[in-house]
């Protein structure tokens, strides 16, 4: 399942930047030599924007097609297992993790080993600001410059085919469940003119706050569904019960090719390359629409 295993990226990540005491190190120094990723989307990043020579280990996840759109690249780079151990062999001097909890913090910063987050991030003002911090934090800051310009570049190209008039989508994945207006796949609909019911008479800021995600019946999708489905990954066989539901001939009778969007969910989770990457694509797939 696409987006249990995304999630278990994220969590794994979140969970050993806990135990390495992953958490910002205030100090001023030389650019890095040598770089830890023990995140999805720090690897990718990461890829992008240091040197080859830099670059000490990348996470597990960094050569899965399905999380990630660098493992070309990555897959000449060493891979951690999830342990300090794995870190502390390589003598980084600047590790890129997840969301932090500081448990050991004190262990690793009295080893001299510098800790950073990089954070998850929700819309395209923050994937171009992360793109920048990272691109200082590794000693490049004019390719943490030219990544933001990318990604305004391809949001535009985005922009410049979004539906006039807007119309209705939900992004919907296996059994059911639905993206809310909070999240970075929303938030590229919305640039592409795909807006989520409700939003035309709430405003264009007019999001409830129930509306954070959660679970729709096939039954509302089949009566009073959106103009347009979004699937993430969608299964091509019903194997279970999630695949069921995204597989059902009545709703792929409903929503047809001139009414359904694939999206890879390796595009969603990530800004800097995955992300300039599914803007792209999703631009391609607005003209499918039309």
């Known amino acids: 399942m696409i987006k249990k295993t995304i999630f278990a990226a994220i969590l794994v990540s979140a969970t050993v930047s806990a135990f390495c005491g992953i958490a910002p190190v205030a100090r001023a120094d030389s650019p890095p030599k040598r770089i830890v990723s023990f995140n999805l989307c720090a690897d990718q990043l990461l890829l992008a924007l240091a040197d080859p020579a830099q670059i000490a280990g990348l996470s597990p996840y960094a050569v899965d097609p399905l999380l990630s759109v660098m493992t070309g690249k990555a897959s000449s780079f060493p891979r951690l297992d999830w342990d300090a151990e794995s870190v502390v062999n390589l003598a980084p001097d600047l590790v890129l993790g997840g969301p932090s909890h500081r448990p050991i913090h004190a262990m690793l910063s009295a080893m001299g080993i510098r800790v950073v987050d990089v954070e998850l991030i929700r819309n395209l003002a923050d994937a171009r600001r992360q793109a920048i911090d990272v691109g200082k934090l590794v000693g490049h800051p004019e390719r943490g410059e030219a990544l933001a310009r990318q990604l305004e570049q391809a949001e535009a190209r985005l922009s410049a085919e979004a539906m006039k008039p807007p119309l209705t989508a939900l992004v919907i994945q296996r059994e059911g469940y639905r993206e809310g207006p909070a999240s970075l796949a929303s938030g590229m609909l919305s640039i592409a003119g795909l807006w989520p019911p409700g939003r035309a008479s709430a405003g264009a800021g007019g999001f409830k706050s129930a509306e954070q995600g959660g679970f729709v019946s096939l039954e509302h999708l089949l009566t009073d569904g959106p103009d347009v489905l979004v699937l993430q990954d969608p299964p091509r066989e019903a194997r279970d ?50």
């Open 241 to 290: 019960q999630g695949a069921l539901f995204i597989t059902h001939p009545a709703l792929l009778a409903r929503y047809g090719a001139n009414r359904r969007i694939d999206l890879p969910e390796r595009y969603t989770v990530c800004g800097g390359p995955p992300l300039v990457q599914g803007l792209d694509y999703l631009a391609k797939a607005i003209k499918a629409l039309k």
